[in-house]
């Protein structure tokens, strides 16, 4: 199965952290899952910390192609067709990290892995 990590998620699972489900714990770690990164959580997470949000993860983000790659995820980049559809994406919702999330998990037959309800309101298949 393939599958999409919202950021916390991937976060979450770079340090361990008991707000990880079970169930998302087994799914990364499960070798026959393709787990994909989208461009679009490199590009939050340096924002987080840029910002301050996420102090601690300066070294994150010069290293993330390493983290990833330790815990056999795949980038999955930003394609235009990835961009028109977040941005044409109905609703009110305003986070573009989230909005990209959807509209590749969309477009390329992906489940989230995400504790975040919003995106069951966008029909895509959301595990926790």
Not at 18 to 28: E, H, N, T, V
Not at 41 to 62: H, M, Q
Not at 67 to 75: E, I, K, P, S, V
Request: a negative charge; aromatic letters at 8%; proline letters at 5%.
């Amino acid at each position: 199965m393939r599958f999409l990590l919202d950021t916390h998620t991937l976060l979450w699972s770079f340090n361990d952290s008991p707000s990880l489900s079970p169930r998302a714990r087994k799914l990364i770690e499960n070798g026959s899952n393709e787990i994909l990164i989208s461009a679009a959580s490199g590009w939050e997470i340096a924002t987080k910390v840029r910002l301050g949000k996420l102090p601690t993860g300066a070294d994150l983000v010069d290293e993330l192609e390493r983290y990833l790659a330790q815990l056999g995820c795949d980038a999955l980049p930003i394609s235009l067709d990835h961009a028109v559809r977040a941005g044409s994406l109905p609703g009110e919702h305003r986070d573009p990290f989230d909005r990209m999330l959807i509209a590749q998990a969309q477009m390329e037959n992906l489940r989230i892995v995400s504790n975040d309800r919003i995106f069951d309101a966008y029909h895509v298949e959301r595990v926790w």
